[in-house]
């Protein structure tokens, strides 16, 4: 009788654990408001939109705007920025401070979405400056820091820049480029 006491116990406790996965709220899901889908709302979408389209615009593109290269600018630059590292600032790091990590049952952050709006990942705001990115699987993949101008410079977990980046889409997120400013549909609600 104990035995099954204490195997009803574990389970009702861990339960709730093993089950967990992240809901995307309406507020945040392209697929149940059209409005914060880049393929139907033409205002948030870098190919109808020059304004924020790298390509095009180069104040939000740091291969053309030295301010937002971390390459040039050191203020923006984790590497020579504790304050800016994950790695370096245990602060921002989801190994560390599990409520940053979205497999956290209390987690609250954005998620991220392919051109045909289904999940790719979630992000964590670790600080007014650094964002973290993760996969569908929960996998911590690389943080992006603030460069100023609404735009977010990637990096991956060895601090490296990979030259990709995030730009505010002027409404309801973030929009993500290549190096060369190329937007493969990847954005952020």
Not at 27 to 53: C, F, G, Q, R
Not at 87 to 100: C, F, Q, S
Not at 130 to 141: C, E, M, Q, S
Request: contains cysteine.
């Amino acid at each position: 009788m104990i035995k099954i006491l204490s195997i009803k116990i574990l389970i009702a406790f861990f339960f709730p654990a093993i089950c967990f996965s992240q809901t995307i709220p309406p507020k945040h899901n392209p697929k149940v408001d059209p409005n914060l889908s880049p393929t139907t709302n033409k205002s948030i979408n870098p190919e109808k939109n020059a304004a924020i389209n790298p390509k095009v615009n180069w104040n939000i593109n740091p291969e053309r705007n030295p301010t937002i290269n971390p390459d040039t600018t050191a203020t923006i630059n984790p590497i020579l920025i504790n304050d800016l590292n994950p790695n370096k600032n245990r602060m921002l790091n989801p190994m560390y401070h599990n409520e940053l990590h979205p497999q956290n049952p209390v987690w609250e952050g954005l998620y991220v979405f392919d051109k045909d709006d289904e999940l790719i990942g979630y992000i964590s705001s670790a600080s007014q400056n650094v964002i973290l990115y993760f996969d569908t699987a929960y996998k911590w993949l690389g943080y992006f820091v603030k460069s100023g101008k609404g735009t977010y410079n990637f990096y991956n977990l060895n601090d490296q820049w990979t030259g990709q980046f995030g730009c505010y889409d002027g409404i309801t997120g973030f929009n993500f480029f290549e190096k060369d400013g190329e937007w493969k549909g990847v954005h952020v609600k």
